[in-house]
Structure formats: C-alpha cells, structure tokens
C-alpha cells in the first residue's frame, strides 16, 4: 500500500485477523462517531457531562469521592496508629493494599469494560467502592481494615472507565482544555475531606468520617442514568441502533445537525487483548508508557502521603524531630515506639493550603498541552518535580516548607493530567479500555511502594527517600520527551477493516471519511 511518509510513520499494524464487515451501498453518504462528534460540536451536553462526571471522565461525586478516599488513609494514618498501636510498616501496608486491590482489578475491569461497555463497568466499580468503603468503618481489627480498605481499591480502579467515555465524547481540539479542569473536582473532595477530618476526628472520630466520605459514592445512583454508553464502543460491537440514538440526543440538546447520510458500520472487531499492546508496532509505546504511569503514582501519592508524616512527626531541616512528651506522663503508651501523634488545627491548615496546589498550574498546564504538546509538556513538569523534591531537604521555615510541598502538589497534579490525557488518545478504541486498565494497574505498582518510602524509609534516611523520588523523576521526564507518538491535535484513532479476508487491522491517525474510504480502496 502506497501511503505519505507521515501515515507510514504513524499508521500502526496489528496482528491478521479474519472478519467479515458491512460495505454501505454505493455513492451512499456515511459518517463515523468521529466525524459526528467533531460535526456536532461542544455544546450543553458536554457542560453537563463534565458538571456530573468531572473533566476526566468520572462522575462529579465519583471524582470527589475518589480523592476522598485517598486524602482519607493520610488523615487517618494517625489515628489508626494510636488505636491500634501499629509501627511504621503496618501503617504503611494500608496504603499499598488499597493500590494492591487498585493493580489487580484494574486490568480485570478494563477487559470486562471492553467486552461488556464502559458504562456497566463504571456504575459497578462506584457502587462497589461506596459498600465496601462504608463497611472500613466498623472494621472491628487492623487486619479487617487492611482487607476491605483493599476491597475500595479494587472498586475505584473501574473509576477509569469514566475518563474513556468522556474523552470519547468530546471534540479534539477541547481535549486538550477540558480534561485537565478535572482537578477542580479532585480538589474538592481532598479539601472536603481534610475539612471534615478536623471537625470530625477530634470529636466523633475516624469511623464516622468515613461514613460520611462514603456519602458521594452512595449519591451517585440519582444522576448515573444521565452518562451515555459510549456510542464509539456501541459501534465496535455492532449496536449501530444505540450509537446512533446516543449521537442523535447530544445533536438535540447541543442544537446541533446530524452529518448527513448514515452511520457506518466496520466489521465485527475482537475486543482488545493484552498481546495488542506487546505488539513490535506498540510495544515501545506501552512499556514508556507504563514507567511514565508508575513514575507518576510514585511521585504523586509520595507526596500525599510525606506531607502527612512530614506533620505528623515535625521533620524540620532534613532531620526527624524526636517527639517532645510530658515528662509527667509515665504511661505505657508514652514509651511506646508507636505513641500517637495527631493532628492538630496547625496541621490540617498546612493541609489545606498544599493540597490547594492541584490546581495552581492548572492555566499553565493546559497552555503547555495545547502548544508545546502532550509529550514536551510532560517532560518539563516531571523535571521541575524532581528539583522540588530536592528542594524539600534544604532548611528553612515552616513557611518555606508549606511552599515547597504547594509546588509538589501542583507539578504532580500536572504530571497526571497529561499521561491521562496521552493514553486515552494514543490507544485506538477497541484497546483504549485495555490500555487504560493496563496502565493504571502499572500505575498502582508505584502507588504501593510510595508508602513505604514516604512512611519508612524517610523516617530512617529523609534525604534518601527524597533522592529516590527525584531520580524517578528525571526517569518518567526522558521516557516523556521520547514518546515515539505525540497525540496533539490529533483525532482519536479509528479502526478500520477492509472487506476481504483475511483483514488487516490499521489503527490510523487523524482519519476521516474520505482517507477511510481511499485506505480501503487500496487495500482491496
């Protein structure tokens, strides 16, 4: 096949497969989800979409509730050490467990969801969270604890599912500036939970906060029925009906006409599988993609989770603090090497302020996807977060302290931002929820082992644990610059099948209705 040099380069092989696909009569007008999203346009059912699911893709509740459950394990931290008397590794296992259960059912989930659809996956995987998060509260031992808090990873993991069905729905060239405003919902649900942490745990206590973090999973069910089934996973299985219905309602509530002629039906297409994403044409793709993913986690939940020890134990100047005890309190607990160490208002506002940061680069950041791209973009934000972890070791005031973990916040919230936009568009649609699940289990990797460093070995080696997240850092930001695809204003990729057998399956770049048409004639 005779193809320009750039569709060479970014056209992308995968394996033979045998399919039989439906050809439109003649001189018949047809259309793509593609072209009928890029038709219809931006418009009110997009503001609703994002006002109900956030910017991601997730529900606005779902969102909050997500960045409540994860804001929720540093703020009780503390309190479940001195109720349970637990040391610093056992602290630290609750965190990884919850990223446990995220890395196993992250992948179970993303196959499920492209055999099954998004939306079944996504109402499932919220329902879960909410029942078992709810259940942690009565949790009556450490062990029950760690297990059900496991239980809430494996139910957020399906969270993913709503970042596909909304980037699936929105035009190209507003990816790039309405995914990343997902922060703002991410932003409320970690305010709001350290807000109510200082009211709630003093005088309740922490089972009660997480019942009541459990309320926006719960709520969920009276607005889930307005989020669409994704009308490009409709069409990979052949429910051209239900795409076709689903295009036509965002047509009418975005006072939009419909392309002209009808929906085209591709050919019966398997559903992705784990050996797509090894294929020599992805391979190098996937696995940066993958470091990229981990690298982030890493870094972004280390930071979480060293701001919460970094006030919990008063580590000042690269040095921990022994704790200062009453002289006059000679009790068993006061010698233990777990005594307790809460939080007090000083602390929940130094909280606050940092965690105000997710949002700070947020104008910065969109303007650096939009202009500089995807990949260059990520570059720059993974290497100013590698310096500012540095930074974190030199001495200086509480202030100085408050700043630096500010500007931490925000280049990781930078840093998730783009790798979540990048692999939703790079993977084609029948892989995207694979490769999704995929990197978000990859992801979870990361995620476990940050405890460990930021609850264990900073308390043992502070400038240690800060040289280990900076040279992960400098890692994820050379694996960025080198990409071998930038996705900037490019449409999502389509698959295509040519009517004989046997079929090769191309997933193409930027390609409409008349480049379909042409790749088609040539391959037949």
Known sequence: ?????KEAENAIGLEEIHTESKESPKGQKTFTVEEAVETIGFGRFHIILFLIMGSTGVH???????AMEIMLIAVVSPLIRCEWQLQDWQVALVTTMVFFGY???SIVLGLLADRYGRWKILLLSFLWAAYFSLLTSFAPSYIWFVFLRAMVGGGVSGHAQGLIIKTEFLPTKYRGYMLPLSQVFWLAGSLLIIGLASVVNPTIGWRWLIRIASIPGILLILVFKFIPESARYNVSTGNMGAALA????????NGAAMPEGVLREPAKERGGRFKDLMHPKYLRTTLQIWIIWLGIAFAYYGVILASAELLERDVVCGSAAPPVQDSGDDSEESHSPCYCHLFGPTAYQTMIISTAGEIALNPLNILGINLLGRRLSLCITMGCTAL???????CTSSAGMVGFLFMLRALVSANFNTIYIYTAEVYPTTMRALGMGTSGSLCRVGAMVAPFISQVLMSASFIGALCLFSSVCVVCAISAVTLPIETKGRALQVCITTPAAPVYLLCCLEIGADDSARIQTELS
């Open 60 to 66: 606005l509740f779902p969102k909050v509730a997500e």
């Open 246 to 253: 689903t295009l036509q309602r965002i047509a009418r509530m």
């Open 1 to 5: 096949m005779a193809t320009a040099p």
């Open 103 to 105: 890395m196993v059912f």
């Open 388 to 394: 500012f972890f540095l930074l974190l070791n030199i």
